[in-house]
């Protein structure tokens, strides 16, 4: 019987895959033979991600564009299609944050994060759509707990998460008729990445994350990239239209806690506003 986790032949292309949790995800997929692109705003970002994944015989494929640029992104999904044939597996990861309280933030910085989060997220899947194999085309979006549990200083990622987790479901049932499948995942608390380095900015409070946590400790990017390779696999051929959480039972009640926690911390350290 053959591996269902190798993705020798298959196509895997990972929208803001420069860094953190999708940087990891696009690693996870190249080390089991999958055929990898990763994209991002950033021209040297892309470069240096390229560099760090290939190897020997296999060089990744990389693209800059921002994904609230629709023209640029049109055409940087079409010059993978043209090198690829097709896209297997699409993972739609960018991704803005900061902390900010509802009152110390600004419109346009709302905007931003809905803009890059949720709007990024539509116009990815939307130009893509005509480059995924059909039956088996496979995408995920990343999403994070904030699209279900309210958390404070996060009311713009809140909003913002939680239509991307509804565009999964909704392009679910859009689209399985052509054999496509949407899934997305939701990381918990990850080690080494930007985005906790932000909500959790002191060893006292990664303490206090790690401890809110059932598992008692925190994810890693190989705990993210096994639920998205498994996503994408033969394993999951039936699992359409799913969130799923991947952050060790911390939605269940810690990151509540944790919320306040933070929030209390910010406006102690008179930080968190975005004017």
């Not at 995924?132 to 904030?146: D, M, V």
């Not at 809110?212 to 039936?238: E, K």
Request: hydrophobic residues 45%; glycine residues 12%; charged residues 15%.
């Amino acid at each position: 019987m053959s591996d269902p986790l190798d993705f020798s032949g298959k196509t895997v292309l990972v929208i803001g895959g420069t860094s953190g949790i999708n940087l990891g995800i696009a690693a996870a997929f190249f080390a089991n033979g999958a055929t990898l692109g990763v994209a991002s705003r950033s021209p040297e970002k892309v470069d240096a991600a390229v560099q760090k994944l290939s190897a020997p015989g296999r060089e990744a494929l990389g693209f800059s564009a921002d994904v609230r640029d629709v023209d640029a992104l049109q055409s940087g999904l079409t010059a993978v299609a043209e090198a690829w044939g097709r896209i297997d597996v699409l993972i739609v990861g960018q991704a803005g944050n900061f902390p900010a309280p509802a009152l110390g933030m600004s419109s346009n910085a709302f905007r931003s994060v809905v803009d890059i989060d949720l709007l990024g997220t539509f116009n990815v899947v939307r130009h893509a759509h005509q480059y995924l194999t059909r039956p088996g085309g496979c995408i995920i979006n990343i999403s994070a707990p904030q699209a279900f549990v309210p958390m404070e200083l996060q009311v713009h990622v809140c909003a913002a998460k939680a239509g991307v987790d509804m565009i999964t479901r909704v392009l679910a049932m859009e689209w399985g008729g052509e054999g496509i499948r949407v899934n997305s995942i939701v990381p918990g608390p990850i080690e080494g990445t930007e985005g906790m380095k932000r909500l959790a900015p002191t060893p006292e409070l990664q303490h206090a994350v790690g401890e809110s946590v059932p598992l008692g400790r925190w994810g890693t990017l190989q705990d993210i990239g096994n639920c998205a390779m498994f996503l994408a696999s033969p394993l999951a051929a039936y699992i359409s239209g799913a969130v799923i959480p991947v952050d060790g039972g911390w939605s269940l009640g810690g990151l509540s806690a944790q919320s306040h926690e933070l929030a209390k911390y910010f406006q102690k350290a008179g930080e968190g506003r975005d004017d």
